[in-house]
């Protein structure tokens, strides 16, 4: 019986590739760096943008000639300005929080971007009206794959671990489940590195969103109780 459903955001609700690869290299190219690949840059994806951006510069100045801080400040204000821009939901995904949200199922957006970034992303693209709770890298003290976060994601829902599931598109993500007792459950389409996430064996990988909304709404036995958007 699925209560509790919550989503990943970069790879698995929004394709957002693009526009992050866009933001980092801006940040580079003020800093008379040479752009990178699209495809390495969404390799980076996963541990929040920040974090992203820390990993890349070690890559592209090793002898540390660059005041990190100072390149930091400036993708925050490229990012801020990208965040949202070009970002769009995968097929199906609308549809599918529609539905699961009719059903009286519980939604959550659990990502490690920053949530102010998180946040922009899903207003842009029409989907904070899905989720009642949003929690980004920085709303926690700890972020995923810390089985924390779904913890806390699952009890400020009102529901238990064994009753919810989280959706992604990472082996971050499927060791927060683990880890947290929530159901593993993955999609193909999103970054992790480069990887399939097949290699890492979710308990369910779905192939569309419908499956994913069946699923959940097949293991149902009761509608949970209603609940207010974010805000």
Known sequence: MIEVLSFDLDGTLVDTGGEIAAAVNDTLRDFA?????QAEIEALIGAGTRELMRRLLARVDPRQRLHEPAVLRRFEQHYAAH??????????????????????????????????????VLEACALTPYFTLLIGGDTLPFKKPDARVLRHVVTALGSVP??????????TDLVAARS????????PWGYNAGT???????????????????AALASSAAPARPTAAIH
């Not at 760096?33 to 690949?37: D, H, I, K, N, S």
């Not at 399939?196 to 069946?214: G, Y």
């Open 83 to 120: 965040a949202g821009a070009a970002a769009q939901p995968y097929p199906g995904c609308v549809e599918t929080l529609r539905q699961l949200r009719a059903a009286d199922v519980r939604l959550a957006c659990v990502t490690n971007k920053e949530q102010r970034h998180a946040r922009g």
């Open 180 to 187: 947290a007792g929530v159901a593993d459950w993955a999609v």
């Open 196 to 214: 399939p996430i097949a290699q890492a064996r979710p308990t369910r990988l779905f192939d569309s969103f419908a499956a994913i909304a069946a």
């Open 162 to 171: 064994a009753r919810a599931a989280h959706v992604g598109d990472s082996e």
């Open 33 to 37: 760096l040479a752009p990178r690949a």
